[in-house]
């Protein structure tokens, strides 16, 4: 028997239960499959889940996900992160929709489609149309430096990983197989204490024999994450709408709804005159106690609120309700800085 065998027959008895495998798409389907894919990169499987029923229940078909809005997408997106994402993937469904409907089959193709990258690919040529396609994620990387002690840290190791799993990868039910290595790493195969009594590749696994099954993968020293400073503008009119804008299109949660702030720098060298300078409008503004922070995936961000009432101006950006807020595509951030003045109490008169 090949370790694919032994890895699929495990599969069959031990398969986690995933709305992406369940009715409708108890065959796969390449919506599905794309849709949660494009959902779990840097995101968790339970974190992902009521996203992915809630996507599915407002839009079950790619069509119908071409026709939504950008901005229903990116308020039903709000919490995932990687706010970019969210956009390619409306842009993705517009570009297969306006091709039939119908996902490519091969990973060269699918390549084409925007915010399709190798992974994805790979995923959707794997596990929608069952081609031979090596699908290679965190938990796979994990399960192969395992089984072959590679001593080389991630992520000088990824070429050497995905060579070895490529080798593994069967031609017969390739689809189950991506399924079943990822499965295999997210519920035995885990980052601490791996049930290896569990495993069905315990016999021919390396770092089980030698008993190290937790230093693998090797992985690089970990570089410090800078802090970032700046200073938000909690904004009200005479009669207590709160002003956000849309930020641009392009860099950091591109598209998404913001408080206005300063730009975010690397020194805590904000004073509040020099912040003034980036306030939306002429307003006397008052510091609030207590700061918002927020990590990203490269930076920390600590931000000072200020809050100050100005004139109405419709020119400024968007007027809502503070308890509307959260029904927009107010990323995490937005939602603590929101949170602030509410909890403090101090929202001014
Ligand atoms: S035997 Fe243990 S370390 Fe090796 S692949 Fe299985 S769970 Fe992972």
Redesign the pocket.
């Known amino acids: 028997m090949t370790l694919s065998d032994t890895l699929l027959e495990w599969y069959d008895r031990n398969r986690r239960d995933l709305p992406w495998r369940a009715a409708p798409f108890n065959r796969p389907d390449p919506y599905g499959v794309w849709l949660s894919e494009v959902m779990l990169q840097q995101t968790t499987v339970q974190a992902v889940i009521p996203y992915f029923n809630a996507f599915i229940g407002r839009w079950p078909t790619v069509e119908a996900l071409a026709q939504a809005e950008l901005d229903e997408i990116l308020t039903a997106w709000a919490g995932l992160g990687y706010y970019a994402r969210a956009r390619n993937l409306h842009a993705c469904a517009r570009e297969v929709a306006a091709r039939g409907g119908r996902f490519p089959e091969t990973e060269t193709e699918l390549l084409t489609l925007p915010g399709i990258g190798a992974y994805t690919a790979a995923a959707i040529a794997a596990i929608a149309f069952n081609r031979r396609a090596t699908v290679v994620d965190g938990n796979v990387e994990r399960?192969m430096s395992?089984?072959h002690c590679v001593a080389d840290p991630l992520p000088k190791a990824k070429p050497r990983l995905q060579r070895l799993a490529a080798d593994l990868t069967p031609s017969l039910r390739p689809g189950d197989y991506a399924q079943a290595v990822m499965d295999l790493g997210a519920t035995?195969?885990t980052p601490r204490s791996?049930?290896?009594s569990l495993?069905p590749?315990?016999a021919p696994?390396q770092?089980?024999a030698a008993n190290r099954?937790e230093a693998f993968p090797v992985k690089a020293a970990k570089v410090i994450k800078p802090t970032r400073y700046g200073v938000a503008f909690w904004t009200v009119d005479p009669a207590g709408l709160v002003l956000v804008r849309r930020r641009p299109d392009s860099g950091l949660l591109g598209g998404m709804i913001e408080i206005p702030s300063t730009p975010w720098i690397d020194a805590r060298q904000w004073t509040l005159s020099q912040a003034l300078d980036y306030a939306p409008a002429h307003a006397d503004w008052s510091v609030l106690d207590g700061l918002v922070r927020h990590t990203f995936t490269h930076f920390h961000l600590e931000l000072t609120v200020v809050s100050g009432v100005v004139d109405h101006n419709p020119d400024l950006g968007q007027w809502h309700p503070p308890d509307r807020l959260n029904s927009l595509a107010l990323p995490t951030v937005m939602k603590k800085i929101a949170r602030l003045p509410r909890t403090l109490g101090n929202e001014p008169k």
């Open positions: 399960v395992r089984l035995v195969c791996p049930a290896c495993c590749w315990a696994c770092a089980r099954a």
